[in-house]
């Protein structure tokens, strides 16, 4: 029942209602979704932050070893880790008082999801962010 985690008015909403994404699992290699899709919405107008602690810096930003060491608000946590990984990434989401969750297309972790929507954060799970959003613009 994945796809009660992808439900298209929920979707629409984080879309509209978000600035700032914090991406953890954001790769340097461009190759990879971890990279690709996260310079995507940076390219249309998303502020992106980078939450990996084999990195540095990212597309133009300092990166962070992990959520509680981002020094600014987040509305969105973007999910590219393994789901079995997935549980803390969302505790330190609702720490950090963030408004949603997005886990990426593949992953799926239906105990954390449902930590978030206890906590009161919006939840999309098994969707890439880059074709929700390519889709969305088309419907307007």
């Not at 969105?76 to 950090?96: C, D, N, T, W, Y």
Request: proline share 7%; hydrophobic share 40%; glycine share 4%.
């Amino acid at each position: 029942m994945e796809n009660s985690y992808r439900d298209e008015q929920v979707i629409q909403n984080i879309l509209k209602a978000t600035h700032t994404i914090a991406v953890v699992g954001l790769s340097s290699e461009k190759s990879k979704p971890g990279y690709y899709v996260p310079a995507y919405l940076q390219r249309q107008g998303y502020r992106i932050i980078p939450v990996n602690p084999h990195i540095d810096r990212a597309l133009g930003e300092k990166a962070y070893p992990d959520l509680a060491s981002v020094p600014e608000p987040v509305d969105l946590v973007l999910l590219f880790r393994r789901s079995r990984a997935i549980p803390p990434f969302v505790e330190q989401a609702v720490q950090i008082g963030a408004k949603a969750v997005w886990m990426q297309s593949g992953i799926i972790n239906r105990p954390a999801a449902q930590m978030a929507e206890r906590a009161g954060l919006k939840v999309v799970m098994n969707a890439c962010m880059f074709v929700e959003h390519r889709h969305s613009r088309r419907q307007r």
